[in-house]
């Protein structure tokens, strides 16, 4: 853990994270009468297989792995072994499921739900409206301070996982609830305190939104919405992306706006461009 939060620098919430997939390995270990170092690939193997019978989500399970082939990988460093067992570790292929998203439509409804004409809720109208356009993760979000929001030319910059920082634009609509929401409703939300923060907590005003906070004032407005599936900050995540790409936005643009370290993980949303290639076939090909 010590290695993950100071060599690896990564984010509180990911350390807590990979501590959950560990006490797994520690159960599955102390299940079969077996120290964790001398769990084999086919014992891993069989890890994920029950993970994945329990229902957890690709995502998780994806987690997991990359947990263990990180752990052993610092065994194998440490020479406490000489080999990685987890070191080829994978899900099967054909386990993979698509980010779920909003349409446009159950946007803009979902948009519509804060009263604007409360301070309340235009912190919320302005967090949603900044999630939508910017698709930063919550944890992103919930961290950004004034300071970090250009409204004049429309960018903000956040810090993302391993403590880097990227510039991420942001729409004219999302800047003006933003704007709105500094001059009339951060002021009324904080009355004499002060925050560091930008989205402040509308009971006294601090110290700031927390992740959790924002996850319930999202469900409670995806409700409202008449929204039939579960909303998360993610999912708004995802519909950012996914609308990209639909009006025909580069992957790789994609990929630094969200933040990803690799482009393998923004090519989930290639289900988006195989949708719209067979869009294309379909108009322009003589004998479609």
């Given at each position: 853990?010590?290695?993950?939060?100071?060599?690896?620098?990564?984010?509180?919430?990911?350390?807590?994270?990979?501590?959950?997939?560990?006490?797994?390995?520690?159960?599955?270990?102390?299940?079969?009468?077996?120290?964790?170092?001398?769990?084999?690939?086919?014992?891993l193997e069989e890890l994920v297989r029950q993970l994945m019978s329990e229902g957890r989500s690709p995502r998780s399970v994806a987690r997991a792995i990359a947990c263990y082939r990180g752990f052993y990988r610092f065994l194998v460093i440490d020479s406490r072994l000489k080999t990685n067992p987890a070191d080829q570790l994978r899900a099967p292929r054909s386990w993979k499921a698509l980010p779920r998203h909003l349409s446009v439509e159950q946007v803009d409804r979902l948009l519509e739900q804060p009263d604007?004409?409360?301070?309340?809720?235009?912190?919320?109208?302005?967090?949603?409206?900044?999630?939508?356009?910017?698709?930063?993760r919550v944890s992103e979000l919930v961290s950004l301070r004034p300071a970090d929001v250009n409204l004049e030319a429309s960018y903000l910059t956040c810090t993302g996982k391993g403590e880097k920082q990227r510039i991420v634009p942001m729409g004219d609509e999302a800047a003006a609830w933003v704007r709105r929401y500094l001059r009339e409703g951060r002021p009324a939300l904080l009355g004499k305190r002060s925050s560091p923060r930008l989205f402040v907590n509308a009971r006294g005003g601090g110290p700031g939104l927390s992740r959790v906070?924002?996850?319930?004032?999202?469900?409670?407005?995806?409700?409202?919405?008449?929204?039939?599936?579960?909303i998360?900050?993610?999912?708004?995540?995802?519909?950012?992306?996914?609308?990209?790409?639909?009006?025909?936005?580069?992957?790789?643009?994609?990929?630094?706006?969200?933040?990803?370290?690799?482009?393998?993980?923004?090519?989930?949303?290639?289900?988006?461009?195989?949708?719209?290639?067979?869009?294309?076939?379909?108009?322009?090909?003589?004998?479609?």
């Open positions: 853990m010590t290695h993950l939060t100071v060599e690896r620098r990564l984010s509180a919430n990911s350390v807590e994270s990979y501590a959950r997939d560990l006490v797994l390995l520690q159960e599955f270990a102390a299940g079969h009468k077996a120290p964790v170092e001398r769990l084999t690939r086919p014992r604007v004409k409360t301070p309340r809720g235009l912190r919320d109208r302005a967090l949603i409206e900044l999630l939508y356009a910017t698709g930063l906070g924002f996850w319930k004032i999202l469900k409670a407005y995806g409700r409202s919405a008449g929204l039939t599936s579960s998360s900050p993610h999912v708004l995540r995802h519909s950012f992306a996914t609308h990209l790409l639909e009006r025909g936005a580069d992957l790789r643009a994609i990929q630094m706006m969200l933040g990803h370290a690799d482009l393998s993980t923004t090519q989930i949303y290639t289900h988006v461009l195989q949708q719209r290639m067979r869009a294309v076939y379909d108009r322009f090909h003589p004998r479609a």
